[in-house]
């Protein structure tokens, strides 16, 4: 079975783009590529992984990745910053727990830098997942490569996407607000926060494969195959307005289906009442 070289994962990475000075976010499924030259622990690959990366960026570079935790919105559990852990992968958890990371203070969505601009791009407070002020704004203007290690035109790690569908204004989802305890250095943090979430059932999957296929297709993205799987990259504001093109020809282009939404149900209520007319009332004397 090939094994992945140090060398071999610098020469890829450097061919999708990545050098000094850089922001990239990361996304990562590591079982995927298989096994790397380096002991198969969390210590042993996280480090093979983040060595490399922070080999390519150098001292001014920065690294980020989604740390999200979806107990709270799921079960109402208290998100503490500095202790829940993150529920995207190992690496994604390694790179959290590492000295000098930044988290993002957002409940759900948080994401972890580590790197140059780590305080720019994670600190201080936004009460959005996808808002303007969020990382994954910040991400946006700061055009951040988006790499998903380890999925490739056909996978995931796109929660990135996701920032793009509430900045466009899918007609599939809706702001929640969400109202258990947010701690942070040992303090509670005033909300509320809210995330852009799908409504639930009427058939809505998500699917990334049209995008990352189509920006492959037209040179906007790139593609390198590290061990077993293939790895996909693309810039921020390139990512920005493809979706927002293709959103233009299909608001429902990030799903599987059509929902099978239903009249007298959220979200197409249908009629609220009588038609009152206002706009050509006559103004009474005195009125105006």
């Known amino acids: 079975m090939k094994i992945l070289s140090r060398r071999e994962l610098l020469d890829g990475l450097s061919a999708l783009g990545i050098g000094a000075g850089d922001v990239v976010h990361v996304q990562s499924d590591l079982r995927r590529i298989g096994p790397v030259d ?15 990366f922070r080999d390519l960026l150098g001292h001014r570079g920065t690294l980020t990745t989604c740390t999200a935790f979806e107990d709270h919105g799921r079960y109402g559990t208290p ?12 690496f994604s958890e390694y790179v959290r727990t590492r000295p000098g990371a930044v988290r993002s203070m ?33 991400l ?7 790499l998903t290690l380890g999925m490739g035109r056909d996978g995931g790690g796109t929660t990135f996407f996701h920032y793009v569908e509430k900045l466009y204004g899918v007609p599939y989802q809706y702001t929640k607000i969400y109202t258990a305890p947010v701690v942070a250095d040992g303090a509670p943090v005033p909300g509320p926060f809210t995330l852009s979430v799908r409504y639930l059932d009427y058939g809505i999957e998500n699917t990334p494969v049209r995008v990352k296929q189509r920006m492959v297709d037209l040179g906007e993205a790139a593609e390198v195959r590290f061990g077993r799987a293939p790895t996909w990259c693309a810039e921020a504001q390139t990512v920005v307005a493809r979706m927002c093109a293709m959103f233009d020809e299909d608001r429902w282009m990030m799903l599987e289906r059509v929902p099978s939404f239903r009249p007298g149900e959220i979200p197409m209520d249908g009629q ?17």
């Open 38 to 52: 380096a002991p198969m622990t969390v210590e042993g690959l996280g480090s093979f992984y983040l060595d490399a």
């Open 272 to 288: 609220t009442g009588d038609l009152r007319e206002q706009v050509d009332k006559a103004i009474e004397p005195g009125q105006a």
């Open 140 to 146: 946006h203007r700061a055009n951040a490569k988006i």
């Open 106 to 138: 957002h409940p759900i969505m948080s994401v972890t830098a580590i790197g140059d601009r780590a305080e720019e791009l994670c600190g201080g407070t936004h009460y959005d997942g996808f808002g303007w002020t969020s990382p994954w704004g910040r």
């Open 79 to 90: 998100y503490v910053r500095e202790e829940s852990p993150s529920r995207v992968g190992m």
